[in-house]
């Protein structure tokens, strides 16, 4: 409130006598109307009231002092705002899993999360060169199983000498196990070194696909492996490559993988089922190796456990210790 002066006021609440305008009053102090728009030092003697005390002296938080701190509180309050609203976006539209899921908590259990990271190499190599069509088998159905969870497309890079022995994938058997054939891309190449360029070149695309798999005619140095390994990183793209049998090269894949051929499952017409695999978990980076017999299931796209022996060391053949 202003400072009034010259003008007549009316008496005091307390009867003590009228408000006065700003000047001299009895005992020489300063009589005002009111209270000033802000007071110091020089106000200690001023009174409101003739006979009153005189005016304190405001408390060190000021008005402005506190517009400051208010707004600072209020920006908090819209920043945390957004970031509840953003995580529900979040909540409401997922994105892609961290981990391809297997279907067999089992096999789960010797792994570091619910499946097969992703962002990561990882390793598979047929037992013996006869089981070669088996873990190609095996690396089609976890790309089904990345195809029902992911979006996109899947990439297969395979060497030319990949495909000699057996042949090369076919549309219609790749239907039957459960894969969309409409969403992979193959890509064929005459050595190694143009096969690792085409799975890294697919792992840092833009289009970003399911997964990329991949099969090489000889094994992968800790170098290659480490560059496929940050390739993978890039969008977090699950990686699963085909190396030799009899490759014994140490790698930095995540996982290793031992593929054996078992007898399918029949139906009641003594027709193929579900196809079944020898699955041995050979090295795990924070987890534990595990053997396993498996059945693919191509109507639900996961693994079924037939017979577990997970608790139980991978066995050794022929007296040969497998490299780890």
């Given amino acids: 409130m202003r400072s009034i002066q ?8 307390d009867g003590r006598g009228a408000l006065l305008p700003w000047g001299e009053g009895a005992g020489g102090h300063k009589i005002g109307y009111g209270v000033r728009p802000s007071c110091s030092s020089d106000d200690r003697d001023e009174v409101a009231y003739r006979g009153s005390d005189p005016i304190p002296l405001p408390s060190s938080a000021r008005l402005e002092d506190l517009l400051p701190r208010h707004r600072d509180t209020v ?13 529900k976006l979040e909540r409401a539209h997922p994105g892609p899993p961290a981990h391809l899921s297997l ?15 992703c962002g990561v190499l990882h390793e598979i190599a047929a037992t013996v060169h006869g089981d070669r069509p088996a873990a190609f088998g095996f690396l089609f159905a976890s790309t089904a199983v990345a195809l029902r969870l ?4 899947a990439v297969l890079v395979a060497q030319r000498r990949c495909l000699a022995d057996f042949g090369s994938p076919y549309a219609h058997g790749l239907v039957q196990l459960g894969l969309d054939a409409g969403r992979l891309l193959l890509v064929e190449t005459k050595s ?22 991949g099969a090489v005619a000889g094994g992968l140095d800790l170098t290659t492996s480490r560059r496929l390994n940050l390739a993978a990183a890039t969008h977090a793209t699950p990686l699963v490559l085909l190396r030799s049998s009899s ?17 399918a499952a029949l139906d009641r017409f003594g027709a193929f089922a579900h196809p079944r695999w020898h699955v041995t978990l050979e090295r795990c980076r924070n987890g534990r ?25 991978p066995a050794e053949r022929s007296g040969i210790r497998l490299a780890g």
């Fill in 192 to 213: 190694d070194k143009d096969a690792l360029w085409a799975l890294e070149e697919a792992l840092r695309s833009p289009a970003r696909p399911a997964m990329v798999a």
């Fill in 75 to 87: 920006k908090a309050a819209r920043i945390a705002a957004l970031r509840r609203g953003i995580a």
């Fill in 247 to 263: 490759a014994t090269s140490t790698s930095a894949a995540a996982t290793r993988w031992r593929i054996a051929s078992a007898p």
């Fill in 289 to 313: 190796t595990g053997q396993w017999l498996i059945e693919w299931d191509h109507v639900a796209h996961r693994f079924c456990l037939v017979e577990g022996v997970a608790d139980r060391a």
């Fill in 6 to 13: 010259r003008k007549t006021l009316p008496p005091a609440p």
């Fill in 103 to 117: 279907g067999v908590p089992q096999m789960h259990a010797h792994l570091p999360g619910p499946g097969l990271a």
């Fill in 150 to 153: 992911r979006p996109g497309f």
